[in-house]
């Protein structure tokens, strides 16, 4: 069975730093990839995707993610965070076929 | 609004109602889920329905019973619950298939559940 393992469980960070969030999956097949966001308030939307080709995808609102195959990552970053950007980040991979397997998620809170 | 909407937003009930909960898709996607999200937990699959038929149930109790009339509605029949089913229950649909852009789940606005 596939997990999604989300190393962080919170982040605080002040405006304009860097953020990477890990995201790292256990499956031996071809899977999709997703990272979805849940401002305060707000439903789970998607915030990128990967399913095939160039390994780093662009998002909503400067977000990127990295797909690593060889250490079945596909971590979130983005190089200057907004007071805007709190909310809860949730990493999901999907196999052929399967469901989707979300991660803990993450909770960043971006400090004015 | 994301095309997905779930009724009621709140609801609040003793172990011995039953309720249900109601989820409807504007999307035309061929797939919708229950999920379970509690707090500090990863979100938990409930129930898949794909093509009008259930293809997942994850051991779910037998007090969550779901029922799905058509491609576009999906409801979530509540009876006999606890209070550690207290929680926010989520739809979402997706459309399923071969074609880039598809899987991707759209989710509802969520039925925040409080079990007395």
């Known amino acids: 069975a596939q997990s999604v393992s989300q190393h962080n469980h919170h982040v605080i960070l002040s405006e304009a730093a860097s953020l990477e969030l890990g995201c790292n999956y256990s499956y031996g097949g071809t899977v999709n990839l997703f990272w979805y966001v849940q401002y305060p308030g707000q439903h789970l939307q998607l915030l990128l995707k990967y399913f095939s080709g160039d390994p780093l995808v662009k998002g909503i609102k400067g977000f990127e993610a990295e797909f690593i195959k060889s250490k079945f990552s596909f971590n979130l970053r983005k190089p200057s965070v907004q007071w805007s950007d709190t909310a809860e980040y949730f990493c999901a991979v999907k196999a052929n076929a399967g469901k989707s397997t979300f991660g803990d998620g993450t909770t960043l809170t971006v400090k004015p | 609004e994301t095309g997905v909407t779930q009724t009621p937003r709140h609801l609040v009930m003793g172990m011995t109602n039953k309720k249900s909960l109601k989820c409807e898709q504007h999307l035309g996607h061929n797939a919708m889920y229950w999920y379970k999200q509690s707090a500090k937990k990863p979100l938990e699959l409930m129930f898949v329905y794909s093509l009008e038929e259930r293809v997942e149930n994850n051991s779910v109790p037998s007090r969550f019973s779901p029922e799905c009339p058509n491609s576009s509605h999906l409801f979530l029949h509540l009876h006999t619950l606890q209070p550690e089913d207290s929680a926010l229950y989520l739809c979402?649909?997706?459309?399923?298939?071969?074609?880039?852009?598809?899987?991707?789940?759209?989710f509802g606005a969520g039925s925040r559940l409080t079990v007395l």
């Open positions: 979402a649909s997706s459309q399923e298939g071969g074609l880039v852009g598809a899987n991707v789940l759209t």
